[in-house]
């Protein structure tokens, strides 16, 4: 599958960029964090959802968050960039984490995971990885209960 505007940048991991495509991102966390901390990364990541990028589903898990988004563009047309607006929320989090904890560091690694969605059927199986991920963590019975998850909509 041919992507617009493909370009590779390498960080410890290659990232991979494209226009119009979805993305799925995984970032570790450095020690397990509070379900009230999970909802601090959550509400971080949606504080730009809907202008610079269109999160379909987000889960924030005491070891990790998970989320599948587009990326939007700038007034000019410029598509954001990925890492920007993961590590910019990263951030956000981190400093409300740290001012409530007293902790000397963010409870993040620095480098994220990235990976463009292939087709459809990994759009799904992504999909239903994050869905259940707070149920498959013991977190909740039922996805709708866990505060630390987020849906846009179905899969598209």
């Known amino acids: ?9 390498r960080g410890r991991l290659p990232h ?24 601090v990364v959550l ?4 504080k730009s959802e809907g202008r610079r990028w269109e999160i379909a589903i987000a889960c924030s898990l005491p070891e990790k968050t998970e989320l599948l988004f587009t990326v939007g563009q700038d007034p000019s047309g410029v598509p954001y960039e990925l890492s920007d607006l993961v590590e910019k929320a990263k951030t956000r989090a981190g400093k ?8 000397r560091f963010p409870p993040f690694y ?24 707070p149920v498959d963590a013991e977190l909740a019975e039922d996805p709708e209960e866990y505060e630390g998850l987020w849906v846009r909509d179905a899969p598209r």
Not at 1 to 9: A, E, L, Y
Not at 96 to 101: D, F, N, P, S, Y
């Open 43 to 46: 509400k971080s990541l949606l």
């Open 110 to 133: 620095n480098e994220s995971y990235d990976r463009i969605v292939r087709d459809e059927a990994e759009l799904e199986e992504r999909w239903n990885q994050i869905l259940s991920s």
């Open 16 to 39: 991979w960029r494209a226009d119009d495509v979805t993305y799925y991102v995984e970032f570790r966390h450095r020690r397990p964090l509070s379900t009230d901390e999970c909802v």
């Open 96 to 103: 409300l984490i740290v001012k409530q904890t007293g902790e």
């Open 1 to 9: 599958m041919p992507f617009k505007n493909f370009s590779i940048w």
